[in-house]
């Protein structure tokens, strides 16, 4: 089955370190996106990338970083600089048409204490 | 940017009842409206979408209608069941590089 796989689903870090969420598609897609939800807040776009070696700030980037060295996979880190990184992460594809939906992994619970 | 608007935050119905959510957004240029679910501890599912060039689909019991001039767009479900409780988020797509804009969530709970 084709879909987007997000591992792990939760996610335990102290303070001070850093932490890579996986971002894994067997879809296609030539886009692919990182949102971060709070309660109450909606879908915030955090990095989003539209071809390979190639990634671009959302909304809510400082204190993200991203690559993307495969059309397949689109790592997060949440760095140390992030100053309120509890929250559940969801990585999303797309095809690079106008009008194509986004496809979204089921997330990842991460909490920082 | 654009900016999308969603009400009402949260919604109660009872079964059987309808349900209408709607949406707001501000810039003319969005051409794409998806409506995504969002069941506990699960990602969005795109359940319905709609583009610029037309004012209606329907869906079996989910509808989607869209107004430009007044630049919103409701999410309409009948004969709603108790496995329709969820979070409903609606979302405005530009037509330049396929960045997507949602809406705040609307927690609906149908009560058997």
């Known amino acids: 089955d084709g879909g987007i796989t997000q591992s792990p689903k939760y996610l335990f870090r102290k303070e001070g370190q850093n932490v890579t969420l996986s971002c894994e598609q067997n879809l296609n897609h030539d886009a692919m996106y990182w949102y971060r939800q709070d309660p109450g807040q909606g879908l915030r776009l955090i990095y989003y990338?539209?071809?390979?070696?190639?990634?671009q700030k959302g909304d809510i980037a400082e204190g993200y970083s991203v690559s993307r060295e495969k059309k397949e996979s689109f790592p997060l880190t949440v760095t140390s600089a992030q100053k309120n990184p509890t929250a559940f992460y969801l990585c999303?594809?797309?095809?690079?048409?106008?009008?194509?939906?986004?496809?979204f992994g089921n997330g990842t619970r991460l909490t920082v204490t | 940017g654009e900016n999308v608007e969603q009400h009402p935050s949260t919604l109660s119905v009872q079964e059987g009842d309808s349900a209408v959510i709607k949406c707001t957004y501000s810039d003319s240029a969005s051409n794409y409206f998806p409506w995504y679910k969002q069941e506990l501890g699960k990602g969005p599912q795109l359940i319905i979408d709609?583009?610029?060039?037309?004012g209606e689909k329907k869906d079996q019991r989910i509808a989607v209608t869209l107004n430009k001039t007044a630049k919103h767009f409701s999410l309409h479900i009948t004969e709603t069941q108790p496995e329709d409780s969820a979070v409903y988020f609606c979302a405005a797509s530009l037509n330049t590089g396929n960045q997507f804009y949602f809406g705040t969530g609307t927690s609906l709970t149908v009560i058997p």
């Open positions: 999303a594809s797309s095809q690079q048409r106008d009008g194509s939906p986004l496809h």
């Open positions: 990338s539209q071809i390979v070696n190639d990634f």
């Open positions: 709609i583009r610029s060039n037309v």
